[in-house]
């Protein structure tokens, strides 16, 4: 099994990918986490989720002790087994 570790710099909308936080995951815009999906104020206007919401984020919270800030890790097993896993945190 091959395991690959991604750092994030920062979190983005999951939409139109507008940064939303700084390096230091201090949020640099409102934004709304729903269950998979974090959205800035725009997208979040337009689409409207129905999603089950985590949290709400204001500008100028820390969110670096979030499972957002975590990062990403990728998990890929040998020829004979043909799955994959990607687990946040």
């Known amino acids: ?6 750092p994030k710099d920062c ?4 939409i139109c990918n507008a940064q939303l936080t ?5 949020a640099t815009a409102d934004s709304w986490w ?9 997208c979040k206007a337009e689409y409207n989720p129905t ?5 709400v984020i ?4 820390d ?3 979030t499972d957002l800030a975590k990062p990403m890790i990728f998990e890929s097993f ?3 087994d043909s799955e994959s896993t990607i687990t946040f945190g």
């Not at 099994?1 to 991604?6: K, Y």
């Not at 204001?58 to 919270?61: A, E, P, R």
């Open 1 to 6: 099994m091959e395991r690959t570790i991604i």
């Open 11 to 14: 979190c983005l909308c999951d």
């Open 22 to 26: 700084d390096g230091n995951f201090i």
């Open 34 to 42: 729903y269950e998979g999906w974090l959205y800035c104020a725009d």
């Open 51 to 55: 999603r089950p919401l985590v949290m």
């Open 58 to 61: 204001k500008k100028g919270d």
């Open 63 to 65: 969110i670096s002790h």
């Open 78 to 80: 040998d020829d004979n």
